[in-house]
């Protein structure tokens, strides 16, 4: 059973630098044709994928993020994280990372439990 937890810090300051890490157990990141996305929730609004990391390395990001969003991995320790430089109000969200197969963004397969950010000064 694939398990993915996410990490990092609940609470930002407008301007500053979101550094969320994902870390999967149960199956590498490294397998083939597995992609692992961030994807967040606003309140009140619905699901935005954000990025992905595939099995190969390359990466993928929402046109709208992209030149915002850096998303990387370090196999030694089967994580991968997200980076989201000069957040805003709008960035606070439920982030969640999660597992689909042969492309990012399609069916999720996995999902981690998700983690609050709230983006205040």
């Known amino acids: 059973q694939v398990q993915l937890q996410e990490s990092g810090p609940g609470l930002m300051k407008p301007s500053q630098t979101l550094s969320l890490t994902c870390t999967v157990s149960?199956?590498?990141?490294?397998?083939?044709?597995?992609?692992w996305s961030w994807i967040r929730q606003p309140p009140g609004k619905g699901l935005e994928w954000m990025g992905a990391?595939?099995?190969?390395?390359?990466?993928y990001y929402s046109p709208s993020l992209k030149s915002r969003t850096s998303i990387s991995r370090d196999t030694s320790k089967n994580q991968f994280t997200l980076q989201l430089s000069s957040v805003t109000p709008e960035d606070a969200a439920v982030y969640y990372c999660?597992?689909?197969?042969?492309?990012?963004?399609?069916?999720?397969?996995?999902w981690g439990q998700g983690t609050q950010v709230t983006v205040s000064s």
């Open positions: 990391i595939a099995y190969s390395g390359s990466t």
């Open positions: 149960g199956g590498s990141i490294t397998t083939n044709y597995y992609f």
């Open positions: 999660a597992r689909t197969k042969d492309r990012a963004p399609g069916t999720v397969e996995y």
